[in-house]
């Protein structure tokens, strides 16, 4: 089984929320700025790294929100005769402190958008709602 350690951020800025357009192997949907951790990198520094390359922005790290754990199946992996997935999510709230909107230009992600809370697209990855949850700002 392999293991993927991540950062998100939750950013809002009074009734909206930032998210990235998340486009993979044919797959897409909308998701928190967020990723991988590179080996040796510390969590907090890996979701300001990843808000900056995803969005534009410069980004702070704040009270971290909870860590949610997802074992994905071999068969819903995006690798080829990969096995199951362990993902671990470590989800921060954050808060922009510098930059402009951008969208990433080669990576996972394709466009960074503010939309209000009251409406998220509902193409999205599960991971928004949980960390909606985490941070209060849902059911």
Known sequence: MD????GYAVI???DRILLAHW?????SGWTLPGGG???GEDPV??????IAEETGYVGEAAELLG???????????????AGPLHAL???????VVGGTLANELEGT????????????????VELVDIALRMAGLAD
Request: charged residues 35%.
């Open 67 to 81: 860590i949610d754990s997802k074992v994905i199946p071999a068969e819903h992996r995006f690798v080829p005769d």
């Open 37 to 39: 951790i590179d080996p």
């Open 109 to 124: 992600t394709d466009e960074a958008a503010w939309f209000p809370l009251a409406n998220i697209p509902k193409r999205r």
């Open 45 to 50: 520094d890996a979701v300001v790294r990843e």
């Open 3 to 6: 293991i993927r350690v991540a």
């Open 89 to 95: 999510r470590i989800v921060y709230r954050a808060t």
């Open 23 to 27: 486009n993979e192997s044919g797959r």
């Open 12 to 14: 809002t800025d009074g």
